[in-house]
């Protein structure tokens, strides 16, 4: 029903941004919360930010200030907007869509913060 697409990972160094973008394939994208993970090396997957289809959000406590999701219905994207990042913000992360039916994800996209 929804397929997902991610985009805009890359290399930055520490204190640089970085804008990652989900766009959803379609007809209920409106309907389904949207999530980032981020999975690094050795290390558990982390849900890093939420935004509900109403547009309340919620952030891991390391990344309040620093990262902010949000939604275009209209466009059916999804993005997290980086900001001030650092090393340990390095992982492969995942754009997730969750309804009522199974979650849908991205495939991944990482993100490099390296001097």
């Known amino acids: 029903q929804v397929q997902l697409v991610e985009s805009g990972g890359g290399l930055v160094q520490p204190g640089g941004s970085l804008r990652l973008s989900c766009a959803a394939s379609?007809?209920?994208?409106?309907?389904?919360?949207m999530n980032w993970y981020r999975q690094a090396p050795g290390k558990q997957r982390e849900l890093v930010a939420h935004?509900?289809?109403?547009?309340?959000?919620n952030y891991k406590d390391s990344v309040k200030g620093r990262f902010t999701i949000s939604r275009d219905n209209a466009e059916k994207t999804a993005y997290l907007q980086m900001n001030s990042l650092k090393p340990e913000d390095t992982a492969v992360y995942y754009c997730?869509?969750?309804?009522?039916?199974?979650?849908?994800w991205g495939q991944g996209t990482q993100v490099t913060v390296s001097s």
């Open positions: 379609g007809s209920i994208f409106r309907f389904y919360a």
């Open positions: 997730n869509a969750h309804g009522v039916g199974p979650d849908l």
């Open positions: 935004i509900s289809s109403g547009g309340s959000t």
